[in-house]
């Protein structure tokens, strides 16, 4: 699997449609055939998925007991909004009105590659999210990174 990298900055046109900037086309060549999936974040930002990303979202999703309340509130709140993206012949999305206000996204948007994802961020939240950079992020990484890597299958 190919991860996805960069940090881009974009403009949402009047009917909330956003090119996809020529960088990240690049490394979705799949987009076009299969589509993207946009969903709320777990904070005021939203998430791209490739369709493929997505569907292997929704199977990690179908292993939960659906007799739990927990898991069932999960599912409903991770799932709440999540809308199919077709980039149209000019290579732009619409992102949907109801999930841009979810975010507070205005015009100027960020887009950060996430690995398998990309967060869609207003740009001043974004902002504000950088200024709270772990003090040290050394101790951080050491926290996250120290002995709870998952080792490669052999």
């Not at 069932?72 to 980039?87: C, D, K, V």
């Not at 207003?122 to 040290?136: L, Q, V």
């Amino acid at each position: 699997m190919s991860f996805l990298i960069g940090e881009f900055e974009c403009k949402l046109d009047t009917k909330g449609r956003m090119m996809i900037p020529s960088g990240l086309k690049k490394q979705l060549p799949e987009a076009e055939k299969e589509g993207l999936v946009i969903n709320r974040g777990f904070k005021k930002y939203l998430v791209i998925y490739t369709k493929k990303e997505w569907d292997i979202k929704l199977d990690e999703l179908s292993k939960l007991n659906q007799y739990d309340y927990k898991n069932i509130e999960f599912i409903r709140y991770f799932t709440r909004g999540a809308t199919e993206l077709t980039p149209d012949a000019t290579g732009r999305i619409n992102l949907p009105q109801l999930l841009l206000d979810y975010a507070g996204i205005k015009s100027d948007v960020v887009l950060t590659c996430q690995l398998g994802k990309i967060e869609v961020w207003d740009k001043e939240a974004h902002g504000e999210m950088i200024k709270n950079e772990p003090a040290d992020f050394a101790a951080l990484a050491g926290e996250v990174m120290g002995g709870n890597r998952k080792e490669a299958a052999l």
